[in-house]
């Protein structure tokens, strides 16, 4: 059950790009980001009613850096980059992860995850088609979110909030907020979204943001977040599928290779997690001498 919770963050939000594609191309980025997160925010806010999960400045720096910022970038990208040029970038989050656990924590990367880190992004690689002209103010923009989303990951497994659903509303809603003066002083006066934008806006702030965000804060405290970083690679994959299925685009024999080599990173790591349980058990069952 933890593993299918887990799927659900990377499934959701490797819709975005077909999403915005199909329904959503003629809304302004800035505003985008925040109709995707400030009705997501206040929807949950409306059905848990709690307070504040962590202390406010806390909160506000999750706030800002998990949402505001990041969607503010993931906007940006997703506007200027296709969905496979931007999963790629975003594929970087495992390794950025760990360089930041090493650089602030000390913490060495395990070989086994560093691995399959490193297998998965040749697999996202893979994916790429090398003859896209990729825009670098796109590229650098989903660099620079996914740099944000692994700081906010950190923080949120350092201080351990126990509610996670509040936590996952409390940072939408508080990071809508921040996100109206940018979309106003960037974009204008907000847009009404037309009738054939409200499939695209109903799925991305009910499924891709609320459903999605719960999904990845409470996998960070049961799975950690080198393994959940890791299960987002299926957040590429999902955008190359959903690619091919709705927006007729074609897989070449690498790109199907860089699927597999994704499948068998995710694969590889349940496997040997399975395998370590009844280890880990027999150790704890072994009498001390």
């Keep these: 059950m933890h593993y299918f919770i887990a799927i659900l963050a990377p499934i959701f939000w490797g819709s975005t790009y077909s999403a915005v594609a199909l329904y959503l191309g003629d809304l302004s980025p800035y505003w985008m980001a925040v109709w995707r997160a400030l009705p997501a925010g206040i929807l949950m806010l409306l059905i848990s009613r709690r307070g504040l999960p962590l202390s406010l400045p806390r909160m506000l720096a999750v706030s800002f850096f998990n949402i505001a910022a990041f969607f503010l970038l993931l906007f940006i990208a997703a506007y200027r980059l296709p969905g496979a040029v931007a999963g790629t970038l975003g594929a970087t989050l495992p390794l950025v992860l760990m360089l930041l656990q090493w650089l602030t924590e000390g913490k060495r990367p395990e070989p086994k995850l560093l691995s399959l880190a490193v297998l998965g992004l040749l697999g996202v690689g893979l994916l790429l088609n090398p003859s896209t002209d990729i825009d670098w103010v796109g590229a650098g923009a989903m660099l620079l979110a996914t740099f944000f989303v692994a700081q906010s990951t950190l923080w949120m497994k350092r201080w351990e909030a126990k509610d996670i659903f509040g936590l ?122």
């Design 168 to 289: 996952t509303a409390w940072q939408l809603a508080l990071g809508g907020v921040m996100l109206v003066p940018f979309a106003w002083g960037l974009a204008g006066p907000p847009q009404a979204p037309t009738l054939d934008a409200l499939p695209g806006l109903a799925w991305i702030i009910v499924l891709n943001t609320a459903v999605g965000y719960w999904a990845y804060i409470r996998s960070i405290t049961v799975l950690g977040p080198n393994r959940q970083s890791i299960i987002m690679f299926l957040n590429p994959l999902t955008a190359v599928t959903l690619g091919v299925l709705w927006i007729d685009e074609r897989l070449q024999p690498l790109q199907w290779l860089g699927i597999a080599m994704i499948l068998a990173s995710l694969l590889w790591m349940k496997f040997s997690d399975k395998l370590a349980l009844p280890r880990s058990a027999k150790t704890a069952a072994a009498p001390s001498r």
